[in-house]
């Protein structure tokens, strides 16, 4: 039987694993859209950046380039395909559910969208294929591991998250032995904490006391 672990975040990641070892990981599927529309805007907007009085062009330019990355296309069923051939072995399936809010230097209202938007796919495929699923915040699953007991002093938000993202990539590390297999992405020579952090999620109903 096999274990499902889900980072719903941008460039998140689905994991299947099974006790100890990870069997495969599909990132989520790039956005697809008008890469050469992309260019033109950023160098009008770098062009503008050095003209006087062109405070509302720029704005408009950068609302321009925000709605045309909204309007982008993913392959899900890149992820239907992927959880497929272990839809009828899976013993435990968990999302990480999106935050709702914004503070500090939190998820913009654009990554909410488009986290929630993910979440409704992920929600689809596990209808369709009938495996049944749980979803944890963030500070939820954390409890499932020792995130908080090892995040000592008075962080900042920034600080908390890149700890948080240390700690996540060193858990998978000590609960995987194949780890580096797949949290390091070929042609990247650092670790990918959010597929690390949806491997460690398949782990969180079995962690539990």
């Not at 975040?9 to 529309?37: C, E, F, H, R, W």
């Not at 908390?160 to 996540?168: A, G």
Request: aromatic share 12%; glycine share 2%.
């Amino acid at each position: 039987m096999y274990n499902i672990g889900v980072d719903l975040s941008s460039s998140g990641a689905v994991a299947i694993t099974k006790d100890n070892m990870i069997i495969d990981v599909l990132k989520y599927p790039t956005a697809i859209y008008d890469k050469k529309q992309e260019i033109f805007l950023k160098t009008k907007i770098q062009f503008y950046e050095k003209q006087e009085k062109s405070k509302t062009k720029i704005q408009k330019l950068k609302a321009e380039l925000k709605s045309l990355k909204r309007r982008a296309e993913r392959d899900y069923k890149l992820i239907y395909d992927f959880i497929l051939p272990y839809s009828d072995k899976i013993n435990n399936c968990v999302l990480e559910e999106p935050l709702r809010q914004m503070s500090g230097f939190a998820t913009s209202v654009d990554s909410i969208a488009s986290n929630f938007t993910t979440l409704g796919v992920y929600k689809s495929i596990f209808s369709i294929l009938r495996i049944p699923y749980k979803l944890y915040l963030p500070t939820q699953w954390h409890k499932f591991f020792n995130y908080d007991n090892d995040i000592i002093g008075k962080l900042t938000s920034k600080e908390r998250r890149e700890k948080i993202k240390e700690l996540s990539i060193k858990y998978c590390r000590d609960l995987f032995i194949n780890a580096d297999d797949f949290i390091i992405l070929p042609r990247h020579k650092n670790p990918d904490d959010n597929i690390a952090e949806a491997i460690l999620l398949s782990k969180v109903d079995i962690n539990i006391d």
